[in-house]
């Protein structure tokens, strides 16, 4: 089944570095393009005022060019850049979960589709969940290594 791969941990994260693979080599080549993302992981700093918020599609694409293409960058699991919003250009800090871009655009042609429902924190969840080591097993495993006479070689000798 198709949701057995798109809600996979695994493949979120595959996703996930396809994603900074291609952002990357787009700044590389100086290439302007748009994000596709789902707006509920998006944030703002400052907050937009509600009224600009509201207008927001669940998929909402920015297009960076000029001023918000040099703002860019990425930082960890998210990449950063200003932006003006609505009439009054109202300036703020957008910043965006990398897998919760859907697709990267280039004169208008989709370049990049991220098909993973994983969003940003539940996979950070997952991967503090798998990185987290349990001292039982760690002891268990360090009995097992230390009971076998064919390791005393590993060991220092006074």
Known sequence: MLSNITQDKDFALLMKQHILDTLGYLFNKGQHFGILCRIDEVSFNPEL?????????????????????????????????????????????????????????????????????????TLSSMEEETTQIDPKSVENSMNVFLSNPENEKFFKKD
């Open 49 to 121: 005022p509600s009224y600009m918020q509201g207008a927001f599609q669940p998929l909402t694409l920015f297009f960076l060019a000029g001023y918000t293409y040099d703002s860019a960058y990425i930082e960890g699991d998210y990449i950063i850049f200003e932006a003006g919003f609505g009439q009054e250009n109202f300036g703020s800090v957008v910043s965006v979960p990398l897998v919760a871009i859907m697709q990267i655009i280039v004169d208008e042609t989709p370049i990049f589709i991220n098909l993973s429902e994983i969003k940003q924190e």
